[in-house]
């Protein structure tokens, strides 16, 4: 019984940092802070976690498949190309611009990653990994070339995390919407065979 509470328990930090992480970014997403929407003491943090950044890792991770339940999980694509297309579509919107919490803590964090610490990083790189590795297994299939099918997903992830980047920083401007019709015109472009 006190493993499942335990166990309940961190996975509401984890909720807890991940919204955190999508709407406020790396620096602040605080113990102090994660711990207090989470509705618990900052005391019990060391029982989950040994530091921030063990916390960012597996914050990124929970970001990560809540934006795939989200946005990824309800494309039925039955072929490479028809789910890449479909990704591309869904990723690259206004809405997934404007979502309040956004969606994704790729774009909203990107600027950040750069300037964090090591950790951090590292946990933005593997959270980068993550979404790459779902598009790479497309981009294989589509190509039947890994080096190319590699070289396309990683054409991809920059076009869809950059579009939505450049376009949240750029919102409320006409840029925006032409960031974001650039960045779905050539990530659809990368979709195809």
Same mark, same amino acid.
């Given at each position: ?48 976690? !040994?530091?921030?950044? /063990?916390?960012?890792?597996?914050? #990124?991770?929970?970001?990560? $498949? *809540?934006?795939?339940? =989200? &946005? ?48 951090? !990083?590292?946990?933005? /790189?593997?959270?980068?990994?993550? #979404?790459?590795?779902?598009? $790479? *297994?497309?981009?294989? =299939? &589509? ?48 979709? !195809?065979?």
């Amino acid at each position: 019984m006190r493993q499942l509470q335990k166990d309940a328990t961190h996975r509401r930090i984890l909720r807890s940092a991940a919204r955190r992480l999508r709407q406020r970014g790396l620096r602040e997403t605080t113990v102090g802070g994660v711990m207090a929407d989470a509705h618990l003491t900052v005391g019990g943090f060391y029982a989950h976690f !040994r530091s921030k950044s /063990a916390l960012v890792a597996e914050a #990124f991770v929970q970001a990560s $498949e *809540e934006m795939k339940s =989200a &946005l990824l999980s309800k494309l039925d694509a039955p072929s490479p190309e028809g789910w890449l297309l479909a990704v591309v579509r869904g990723y690259v919107t206004s809405k997934h611009r404007d979502a309040k919490p956004p969606l994704c803590a790729l774009p909203v964090t990107v600027s950040e990653a750069a300037r964090a610490g090591r950790g951090e !990083r590292r946990a933005y /790189a593997e959270a980068c990994d993550r #979404f790459l590795s779902e598009i $790479e *297994e497309r981009t294989t =299939a &589509l190509t039947g070339d890994r080096p190319a099918a590699r070289e396309r997903a990683l054409g991809l992830l920059i076009v869809l995390v950059g579009g939505v980047a450049l376009s949240r920083a750029t919102r409320g401007l006409p840029l925006s919407d032409e960031i974001l019709e650039a960045a779905r015109s050539l990530g659809e472009r990368l979709s !195809r065979p």
